[in-house]
T-cell receptor, first 116, second 109 residues
Framework: IAGITQAPTSQILAAGRRMTLRCTQD?????MYWYRQDLGLGLRLIHY???????GKGEVPDGYSVSRANTDDFPLTLASAVPSQTSVYFC???????????????FGPGTRLTVL | GQNIDQPTEMTATEGAIVQINCTYQ??????LFWYQQHAGEAPTFLSY??LDGLEEKGRFSSFLSRSKGYSYLLLKELQMKDSASYLC??????????WGAGTKLIIKP
């Protein structure tokens, strides 16, 4: 059981280029999340999806888009990358969003993105 | 606004006990989480508190006081492998996690 996988592990990207970060989970969790982590700041939510076919905006959605065509995959796209999007990106998933239980979020290994 | 405060860095000695504090001000409260994150790795779940009191799990314990907006993570019998960042997160009224910046714990022999 892999849990959550992310690809690529790291990437250097020229400003203005389009980039898609991939995230796949095999736990059949209904909720998935994309965070960015920057030095000295807490994890910040970019976009989330409570179930396949639905998505929502988090705290810092500008410049990013997501889709959730099925339960397992939740790609994050940077339409035109800018240097301020240099960060470590984590995908996470949880079993439920109902609050009826812990609903713990489990994280993928992350993608380290550098935009020059 | 919403805010989670934790000390930036703490140092402790192998075999000792350390307490990492977390204070929060959020719009609503639906549970508090502690995660461990080793350098270059993903956060991993440690503990969850939704009611006041102490939750013990092996060498790690977590305490919550909702009236004070306060939690702490207690690590006993510290080992070198406990050197990591410890992240406090609160689930708000929208069931989203609000994260602190993390506390970097340095363990010295």
């Amino acid at each position: 059981i892999a849990g959550i996988t992310q690809a690529p592990t790291s990437q250097i990207l020229a400003a203005g280029r389009r980039m898609t970060l991939r995230c796949t989970q095999d736990m059949r969790h209904n909720a998935m999340y994309w965070y960015r982590q920057d030095l000295g700041l807490g994890l910040r939510l970019i976009h989330y999806s409570n179930t396949a076919g639905t998505t929502g905006k988090g705290e810092v959605p500008d410049g990013y888009s997501v889709s959730r065509a099925n339960t397992d995959d939740f790609p994050l796209t940077l339409a035109s990358a800018v240097p301020s999007q240099t960060s470590v990106y984590f995908c996470a998933s949880s079993d439920s969003t109902s609050g009826s239980g812990t609903d713990t979020q489990y994280f993928g290994p992350g993608t380290r993105l550098t935009v020059l | 606004g919403q805010n989670i405060d934790q000390p930036t860095e703490m140092t402790a000695t192998e075999g000792a006990i350390v307490q990492i504090n977390c204070t929060y001000q959020t719009s609503g409260f639906n549970g508090l989480f502690w995660y461990q994150q080793h350098a270059g790795e993903a956060p991993t779940f440690l503990s969850y508190n939704v009611l006041d009191g102490l939750e013990e799990k092996g060498r790690f314990s977590s305490f919550l006081s909702r009236s004070k907006g306060y939690s702490y993570l207690l690590l006993k019998e510290l080992q070198m492998k406990d050197s990591a960042s410890y992240l406090c997160a609160v689930r708000d009224s929208n069931y989203q996690l609000i994260w602190g910046a993390g506390t970097k714990l340095i363990i010295k022999p």
